[in-house]
């Protein structure tokens, strides 16, 4: 019995002048240095948010801004001068990592940034037609992430919008070609193969310009039995609260690819949960400061979806909603 305490206290011993050792290697290691281009505006509450649950999901990982991990914000706002001198300015620190949002901030990085400095992107639409990536299972390269959309969701807002808008038989695509995945080709195809084979009649607009988008709408608004669907890219999210008040104010029957549009007025939303994106992000960071290679890890389809249905602005539209839809609906604004 002797024996068995004088180990316990041996091995207590041991483990109380071990714990200081391997605080102190903690607080010794490195000060690791992370980058953060988005492309959203600073004053984005929906932007915001996304960057607060990304800290949480490396917070749950370990890494502590302050402790051992530094994070140096960009927002760019979806200016595109902007976007080039915070990636050159980025580029020129030599972060461990940079973790870039949207397809038009990474290619700004791609072609400043020398291979030893690791990308996890997020929010982008077809990195492979857009030359970032050579495969989704072996990316090459120093670059790898997650993907926001695929191109056959646009005709998914069709059907959604037929379905909640019955009577609407002509749909405008609206987007902005220098911001949209592929000029806007990624989701054209999948949209007019979609609306042919519903016999749905088809306009496309693009819009470079914010006073393009009143045209847009108001066109639409004129048009009896007519949809908008609005594209997933900067512009259109930027833009979102003028898309929103213009398409009520010409009584436009509309879906969105976000949730957050259900949530500022928009009629429908279907799309990617950003959230979800972001955080799943955060394990690729972990990874990669830990010594894996992005060319290890192998780009991520969104998994979660949201459906996003705003009663309030049905009623003033006079749209009776499916009570199918309704049930299917992951958030339903009363």
Do not use: C
Not at 91 to 117: C, E, M, N, R, W
Not at 190 to 197: E, G, K, N, T
Not at 292 to 321: D, M, Y
Request: glycine share 8%; proline share 6%; aromatic share 8%.
């Amino acid at each position: 019995m002797r024996n068995v305490r004088r180990r316990e206290l041996i091995a207590g011993l041991a483990s109380a002048a071990a714990w200081p050792l391997a605080a102190r290697a903690q607080q010794s290691e490195r000060m690791r240095q992370v980058g953060l281009i988005m492309a959203s505006a600073e004053t984005d509450p929906e932007a915001q948010q996304r960057v607060r649950i990304f800290r949480q999901a490396l917070n749950a990982l370990g890494w502590i801004e302050g402790v051992n991990l530094q994070i140096d914000y960009h927002w760019t706002g979806g200016n595109a001068e902007r976007l080039r001198n915070s990636a050159y300015e980025l580029v020129g620190k030599k972060p461990d990592l940079i973790v870039a949002h949207s397809t038009p901030v990474v290619l700004a990085l791609k072609q400043l940034t020398p291979t030893d400095i690791p990308i996890v992107f997020v929010s982008v639409s077809d990195p492979i037609g857009d030359g970032i990536i050579a495969s989704f299972h072996r990316p090459g390269g120093n670059i790898t992430g997650f993907t926001n959309i695929e191109g056959s969701i646009s005709g998914k807002w069709l059907e959604l919008l037929t379905e909640i808008a019955p009577n609407v038989s002509r749909f405008t695509f609206i987007y902005n070609p220098r911001t949209a995945p592929g000029g806007g080709s990624y989701f054209l195809a999948p949209f007019q193969a979609a609306a042919s084979s519903l016999n749905l009649n088809t306009t496309i607009n693009p819009v470079n310009e914010p006073a393009e988008i009143d045209d847009v709408v108001a066109a639409v608004g004129r048009e009896p039995n007519s949809g908008l669907v609005v594209s997933n890219d900067i512009f259109t999210v930027r833009h979102r609260e003028r898309i929103i008040s213009l398409a009520a104010r010409n009584r436009v029957r509309a879906i969105y690819p976000f949730r957050f549009f259900a949530i500022d007025g928009g009629l429908i939303a279907y799309g990617t949960d950003l959230a979800d994106l972001f955080r799943r992000s955060a394990t690729y960071v972990d990874r990669i400061l830990k010594g894996e290679h992005p060319r290890q890890l192998p780009v991520q389809s969104p998994v979660k979806f949201e459906l996003i249905i705003n009663l309030k602005t049905a009623k003033v539209l006079g749209l009776e909603v499916p009570s199918t839809l309704l049930a299917r609906a992951d958030e339903v604004i009363e």
